[in-house]
């Protein structure tokens, strides 16, 4: 904003006068914004300090129910006053009186957090394994509409976090002790299932910044298994496993409505679709075959990969999205150096291995750097 100010200035549309006045305020909003993000930081550890030590204490101190002389549904009915507290006064400082809004907002993280907490009590009074992927999805679908109805991100940050660890805990439940769950089907399939939520309908439209959240999370795994792949690939894939095929033909068919569904469709959307799709069903036919070419699975890794980069960088820059890029160069820089180093360090001086490598990466920030310069020019204009 400073520059087209200073374009302003110089083209003669405001005077020295306006402009020290407009700088004077993004500066202040700067601080403000600042000031604001720290406040909301503190607030946030306040809050899950307090969360864990309100459930530690409810759960752990047998003697508050031997002292009142009641069951385990006392601690069950604290547990949720202590809860639904937090949120009434949460939804009260900052949609109501809005005088502590930051404070407001993070007593609703707290409540979503003790939310958790209460469910952990339950299957602590009633022997059920809090590491349990039932408990962990009640958790989740009970902090949904908080975070939906209330556009709160935090919360959105934590059902993610939520979608993760039940996946992750679904499976162990199932004691498959395959190595297709831990090198494959788990970090392709949870994330073309986070990526999948990202392009609903009504989370495109109505809450952007939530869909930018579960592609950004969800492409990381993805990326780091065909990385993986480009380097190393098993030769005892072959399952017919139910669990394994039911959700990828689940996501296939969850991916096309999403595209059938959308109001609006356009080119980046289409690739989006087409990509996942094709991924799926190179992971169904890597499950259902009796053996694949180790080449093929390699070739087909790196190409997703080199997609996945283009993609984020086009992304990126048309819809001015920096922290896309960020992560887009980050996984870039990764992908390079992994190959340089497997391919490199082998068949190549060491000294010159360093040199040479070191060059390519300053080449790849500079033309980073270029394109980052263009569109800030573009900006300005």
Known sequence: ????????????????????????????????????????????????LIG????????????ILELLNSSDLLKIFLMSGVTIASFYGGYKLRYEKQNFPNLGYALIILSSILIGGTYGLL????????????????WLISILPVAYLLKNYAVNIISIVLIILGFI?????????????????????LGILLYSLGNIP?????????????????????FITLLVLTC???????????????????????NVLNYILQKKSNVLLIIETI????????????????SINTTIVILFANIFIIAMLCFGFNYGYKFEQEKIIGITNWLLILYLLVNYCRWGWSFMDKALFFILGGTCLIIIGLYLEKRKKEIARKDAK
């Open 1 to 48: 904003m400073e520059k087209k100010i200073a374009k302003w200035l110089n083209d003669g549309l405001i005077d020295s006068l306006t402009a020290q006045k407009m700088l004077a305020e993004i500066k202040e909003d700067k601080i403000r914004a600042k000031s604001i993000k720290i406040n909301i930081t503190i607030y946030t550890i306040a809050v899950i």
């Open 232 to 254: 190393s690939v098993e030769h005892s894939y072959h399952i017919t496993s139910a669990y394994y095929i039911v959700p990828i033909v689940v996501l296939i068919i969850f």
């Open 202 to 222: 009504i989370v495109l439209d109505k809450y952007n910044n939530f869909s930018l959240s579960y592609k950004a999370i969800g492409a990381i795994p993805i």
């Open 52 to 63: 864990t030590g309100v459930t530690t204490f409810i759960a752990a101190n047998d003697w």
């Open 123 to 138: 299957g602590q009074i009633y022997h059920v394994n809090s590491n349990n992927s039932s408990l962990i999805f009640l």
């Open 275 to 290: 990509s996942i799709i094709t991924i799926l069903i190179a992971l169904f036919m890597l499950i259902i075959l009796p």
């Open 169 to 189: 805990l679904f499976y162990i439940e199932l004691a498959l002790d395959t190595t297709l769950i831990w090198t494959i089907f788990i970090p392709i399939a």
